[in-house]
């Protein structure tokens, strides 16, 4: 297969098209499995020619266009949720998430992820069951939690975009995994709330959650992440997660660290089930971390840089205030709805081809 243009960005039914709910192998007839069995065939993420790359960069310059019409349509209060791909659809977090991102979306802001499996999908989950009935929503998190993880999938693939042998248990096991999406999909209204997923090739292997109503994926990951952080103008959620999320929220950081004032600060929230954030990990005498004492210790670590950075601004103190390690729903959407004013006008000046109007479109270093 070549590579397809896109004119708009992708829908569910887009990325899962020649998918066989009933064929243990239908995972690697779906299309976006096909597309990305091209790209490790191609070279993955070290292009193997001048016009594979040249095919993938229009490929990702016509998302990223079909991207900008969409927010320019719907000009959304988009906020990120970011967080690892291992959550377990079975774990309290997951369910925690899925309310929260469910309470965000009725507010009025929109739901954006990365657009994987584990904590990015309980976002868009929360998002597709905006406004549904609470039982609805509760039996959907019930299907899922039948087929709580997504096997490891790696090696899929042989280097010439093959299926290799001897995999048929983790295809049928990733099946299973889908088809508790799409059934717990039944129930959501049927016009759900839109929300955005970005994902990327570079984690091909993985399928993306199905609930998102919008897709923007992109080959090249470094334009996906640049994509996700920038785009969130009203705010990022950051819950449970790995190295991932962590390049996103200093990612995130850095932005910050730069921008000219508080209010141009955009939220950061820590959304510290079990104090995550806030202690490292404990581990047992094998060296294994304890399930139940998970953690990556990063309160300090942004605070004392975003101090470090108060000296240069007079309003220091209140980008301070923006970064938050809570669960209470109620204070994360504060927290962003008093920012979602700025971000809006942001993402408007953006859309409308006003760079230099936009706070963060510049950074100062000094």
Request: proline share 5%; with cysteine; aromatic share 10%.
């Amino acid at each position: 297969m070549d590579y397809e243009l896109p004119t708009d960005l992708y829908s569910s039914g887009d990325l899962l098209r020649g998918y066989d709910p009933t064929s243990k192998m239908g995972l690697a007839e779906a299309w976006d499995f096909r597309v990305f069995r091209q790209y490790v065939a191609d070279g993955a993420d070290n292009p193997a020619t001048l016009d594979v790359r040249r095919k993938q960069a229009d490929h990702d310059a016509n998302i990223s266009d079909a991207l900008r019409r969409f927010l320019t349509q719907e000009t959304p209060k988009l906020v990120g949720i970011m967080g690892g791909h291992e959550l377990s659809r079975a774990e309290p977090a997951y369910a925690t998430l899925a309310r929260l991102a469910r309470q965000l979306t009725e507010q009025g802001f929109m739901i954006v992820t990365g657009g994987g499996p584990g904590a990015m999908e309980a976002a868009h989950v929360g998002a597709t069951f905006a406004g549904a009935d609470d039982a609805d929503f509760t039996a959907a998190l019930f299907t899922l939690g039948k087929e709580p993880l997504l096997p490891v999938l790696d090696q899929l693939v042989t280097s010439d975009g093959g299926i290799a042998p001897g995999h048929e248990t983790q295809f049928d096991d990733a099946r299973r995994w889908i088809n508790a999406a799409l059934d717990a999909r039944t129930r959501a209204p049927a016009k759900p709330s839109l929300s955005l997923g970005v994902p990327t090739w570079l984690y091909g292997q993985e399928p993306t959650t199905p609930f998102a109503t919008h897709y923007a994926k992109f080959f090249l990951n470094s334009i996906r992440e640049e994509t996700l952080i920038t785009n969130s103008r009203s705010g990022i959620v950051y819950a449970r997660g790995s190295g991932g999320t962590m390049r996103e929220i200093f990612e995130d950081a850095e932005r910050n660290c730069y921008v000219p004032d508080a209010k141009s600060f955009t939220p950061m929230i820590f959304f510290d089930e079990d104090r995550y954030w806030q202690r490292d990990a404990e581990y047992d005498e094998n060296g294994d971390p304890i399930p139940s004492k998970k953690g990556v210790k990063v309160d300090d670590t942004v605070r004392n840089l975003f101090s470090l950075a108060r000296a240069r601004k007079k309003d220091g103190a209140a980008c301070l205030l923006k970064v938050r390690f809570t669960v209470d729903a109620k204070e994360i959407g504060d927290v962003l709805r008093l920012h979602s004013g700025i971000a809006l006008q942001n993402l408007m000046f953006a859309l409308a081809d006003e760079p230099m109007k936009v706070s963060t479109s510049f950074l100062s270093r000094a």
